[in-house]
């Protein structure tokens, strides 16, 4: 079984450009989500779909961070424009969950790092 | 605000050796609790989850975890190091009371020594 596919792998930008990260999940899989990793960090979670629907992107800076889920399954997550703090691993996961529980292993990508200078 | 805490950045140990890497969660009575691996270039991968029911469970790669309600705590643990286990341990709440996504720690970097 083919796993979650994310492209690029790095990226290396000036401040004040725009930049998109694409997401394939795994087949079949309902939910998908984008998280951002600091760091020293931990993943925070950026966005999550449920199909082609937002369940939640409480955390999702949306003044120049926009998501979209083309038919239920690829992703791209983009920022315009990028600032210093935007540098981080974005990571994409997917997972069967089709209620939106959290009780279903989300499988995760190798992510996309991106530098911002 | 709910967190997860996981006191060590980083941990080292002997090859050979047992593990315990630590996880505490801010609150919630029926949390779902996970531990994830994460090789350098790697995305995380779950080594194992708790729900309900027996407080030990056992994962992938010879590890176990603990879940103590009183200590609000889900312990990591492995009896015998493996170089191959360098990496670093994410510990995840999730649940209704974490608004049904996960909360991740800022994870603990493990060095095996040989």
């Known amino acids: 079984e083919a796993g979650v596919a994310q492209s690029p792998r790095y990226k290396i930008i000036e401040k004040r450009q725009s930049v998109a990260f694409w997401c394939n999940p795994i087949s079949g899989h309902a939910t998908l989500y984008w998280y951002q990793q600091i760091l020293g960090q931990g993943p925070k979670l950026l966005i999550q779909f449920q199909n082609n629907g937002v369940v939640d992107d409480s955390q999702l800076p949306k003044d120049r961070f926009s998501a979209e889920r083309l038919k239920g399954v690829d992703s791209t997550l983009k920022i315009q424009p990028a600032k210093l703090e935007d540098s981080a691993v974005y990571l994409c996961a997917s997972s069967l969950d089709r209620l939106g529980t959290s009780r279903n292993e989300q499988f995760f990508g190798p992510g996309t790092r991106l530098t911002v200078l | 605000a709910q967190s997860v805490t996981q006191p060590d950045i980083h941990i080292t140990v002997s090859e050979g050796a047992s593990l315990e890497l630590r996880c505490n969660y801010s609150?919630?009575?029926?949390?779902?609790l996970f531990w994830y691996v994460q090789s350098p270039g790697q995305g995380l991968q779950l080594l194992l989850k708790y729900f309900s029911g027996d407080t030990l469970v056992q994962g992938i790669k010879g590890f176990e975890a603990e879940f103590k309600r009183s200590q609000s705590s889900f312990n990591l643990r492995k009896p015998s190091v493996h170089w191959s286990d360098a990496a670093e341990y994410f510990c995840a709440v999730g649940g209704l009371e974490y608004g049904n996504k996960l909360v991740f720690g800022a994870g603990t970097i493990l060095r095996v020594k040989s």
């Open positions: 609150y919630g009575a029926t949390p779902y």
